[in-house]
C-alpha cells in the first residue's frame, strides 16, 4: 500500500483526494499538513513539515505556491518522492522543480484529469496534420469567476502540444482587440472565460475551409483531478530521481 502525505489537506482538493483515498485499497494517507490544523479525517494533521512523525512513500501537494518552496526542501531531506499539484508557480520555482528532480523524484502537471492529458496525447498526433492542411488552431478554456489567473495552465499546456508537435514556431495571442489585420497562419489564439460556477471547460478548436473539428473536455467535479493525484502517487512511489508528468503516468 502506498502511503501519502497530503500537503494542503484541509483546502478542497485535499479534502478530495482524503475521500478518494478512503475508498481505494491501494493508498492510505499516512498524515496531512496545513497550516489551518483542521482534523477532519483518521489520520494526524500537522501544521508543519517539521512536525510530521510518520513515514510516506508519496506527497501530493495541494496548498499554495508560497508553501512549495519548503515543501521541496523538505523532499530533499527526506527524499520523498513528490506530486506539485499547485498552480501558479513562478519561473523561479518552476526552474527549482526541476533542480530538486535531481535528487527526487517530481511530477507535475498543469492537469491532473487523466482526459486531459489523453486529449494532450491526441493533438500532438493530429495538430501537425490538421495545420499543414490549412486549419487554423483557437483555444477556448472556460472557468469559474473566482479563477484569478487567465489563461489557464491547461489551455497554455495544450497550446504547448499543439505547438511543439508542429515546429515550435507558432505565436500565442490572447487579445486581438488593438488589432486591425487579418489573422496570421502562424498564430494560436487562447480566450477566457470566468463565470459562475464553471469547473472547467477546454475546447481545442481546428478550423479549416469548411469544416471544423473540435477538441473537448468537461470537468464537472474537481473529483477528476484527484483521482489524477492519487493515480500519480501510485506511479510515483518508489520511482528514481526524475522530472515526471501525467504522461508518464498514462504510458
Known amino acids: 500500500m502506498v502511503r501519502i502525505l497530503l500537503h494542503g489537506c484541509c483546502g478542497r482538493m485535499g479534502h478530495m483526494i482524503a475521500e478518494m483515498a478512503a475508498k481505494d485499497e491501494g493508498v492510505s494517507i499516512a498524515a496531512g499538513v496545513d497550516a489551518r490544523g483542521e482534523q477532519y479525517a483518521d489520520f494526524p494533521v500537522y501544521h508543519s513539515l517539521e512536525e ?10 495541494f496548498s499554495t ?14 527524499k520523498t518522492p513528490v506530486i506539485v499539484c499547485t498552480t501558479g508557480l513562478s519561473v523561479e520555482q518552476t526552474e527549482e522543480l526541476h533542480a530538486v528532480s535531481d535528487q527526487v523524484a517530481v511530477l507535475k502537471s498543469a492537469n491532473m484529469s487523466v482526459g486531459i492529458n489523453l486529449i494532450e496525447q491526441i493533438l500532438k498526433e493530429a495538430a501537425p496534420k490538421l495545420l499543414a492542411a490549412g486549419f487554423d488552431c483557437e483555444i477556448v478554456e472556460k472557468h469559474h469567476n473566482q479563477k484569478l489567473d487567465a489563461p ?6 495544450l497550446a504547448d502540444a499543439v505547438n511543439e508537435s508542429a ?4 505565436e500565442y495571442v490572447f487579445d486581438r482587440s488593438t488589432r486591425r489585420e487579418k489573422r496570421p497562419k502562424k498564430e494560436i489564439g487562447i480566450s477566457s472565460v470566468r463565470a459562475g460556477s464553471i469547473v472547467g471547460d477546454h475546447d481545442v478548436i481546428f478550423a479549416g475551409q469548411d469544416e471544423v473539428i473540435t477538441f473537448s473536455h468537461t470537468a464537472y467535479s474537481r473529483a477528476i ?9 501510485k ?16 504510458a
Open 65 to 78: 505556491a508560497a508553501a512549495v518552496p519548503a515543501l521541496l526542501e523538505w523532499c530533499q531531506e527526506t
Open 225 to 233: 483531478f484527484a483521482k489524477g493525484a492519487v493515480e500519480a502517487a
Open 152 to 157: 489557464s495552465g491547461t489551455a497554455l499546456a
Open 235 to 250: 506511479f510515483l512511489a518508489g520511482k528514481p530521481a526524475g522530472f515526471y508528468d501525467m504522461q508518464d503516468v498514462l
Open 167 to 170: 515546429g515550435g514556431d507558432y
Open 52 to 61: 510530521v512523525k510518520e513515514e510516506a512513500d508519496v506527497c501530493i501537494d
